[in-house]
T-cell receptor
Framework: AQSVTQLDSHVSVSEGTPVLLRCNYS??????LFWYVQHPNKGLQLLLK??????LVKGINGFEAEFKKSETSFHLTKPSAHMSDAAEYFCVVSGGNFNKFYFGSGTKLNVKP | GAGVSQSPRYKVAKRGQDVALRCDPISGHVSLFWYQQALGQGPEFLTY????????KSGLPSDRFFAERPEGSVSTLKIQRTQQEDSAVYLCASSFASGRGEQYFGPGTRLTVT
């Protein structure tokens, strides 16, 4: 079975400081992992994906994530937050039949000026 | 090119009414998914199509929910006799194949049942 736990429902950082959004997963298969971002009244946008290639994955807008099998983690980081990063972020694991997605409950990122 | 589109974007239904939600996937995408996102939660899988075949409907919450994709492109999610607990955002996603790739999401339809 697949599942995702996002450890923080809300994260608040100051503009220009690092961002860390935590995600742990459970999967019966060799997983594919994704981070999506959802801005208010907008659709989910793919930030980055891991599909069994390099364990350090770089995405759009300066985000990156590291797949750590031993810790079953896929944390999302960014060195310096920007005001436009304020949004809700979802960690996703897929696997099993038909590649259906299993979403975490989301982390709302607030960026203070 | 055009992304995934959904209509209507907002729908208000009285309890007991039937509703139909439409999804236009990206042209050429074989796989189509429907998800339900309740307020404050992550999306949850409802059903999956590969072309016109509905291969997985394990996430549909009751027999009031029905989905179809008759020609392998546009899909409709129908909810009969809506209940208040059906209030949610319904997301459609498509992907090129049924492999390990990303899914492309539409903006969703926000359904409010009063």
């Amino acid at each position: 079975a697949q599942s995702v736990t996002q450890l923080d429902s809300h994260v608040s950082v100051s503009e220009g400081t690092p961002v860390l959004l935590r995600c742990n997963y459970s999967s019966s298969y060799s997983p594919s992992l994704f981070w999506y971002v959802q801005h208010p009244n907008k659709g989910l946008q793919l930030l980055l994906k891991y599909t069994s290639a390099a364990t350090l994955v770089k995405g759009i807008n300066g985000f990156e994530a590291e797949f750590k099998k031993s810790e079953t983690s896929f944390h999302l980081t960014k060195p310096s937050a920007h005001m436009s990063d304020a949004a809700e972020y979802f960690c996703v694991v897929s696997g099993g039949n038909f590649n259906k997605f299993y979403f975490g409950s989301g982390t709302k990122l607030n960026v203070k000026p | 090119g055009a992304g995934v589109s959904q209509s209507p974007r907002y729908k208000v239904a009285k309890r007991g009414q039937d509703v139909a939600l439409r999804c236009d996937p990206i042209s050429g995408h074989v796989s189509l998914f429907w998800y339900q996102q309740a307020l404050g939660q992550g999306p949850e899988f409802l059903t999956y199509f590969q072309n016109e075949a509905q291969l997985d409907k394990s996430g549909l919450p009751s027999d009031r929910f029905f989905a179809e994709r008759p020609e392998g492109s546009v899909s409709t999610l129908k909810i009969q006799r809506t209940q208040q607990e059906d209030s949610a955002v319904y997301l459609c996603a498509s992907s090129f194949a049924s492999g390990r790739g990303e899914q492309y999401f539409g903006p969703g339809t926000r359904l409010t049942v009063t």
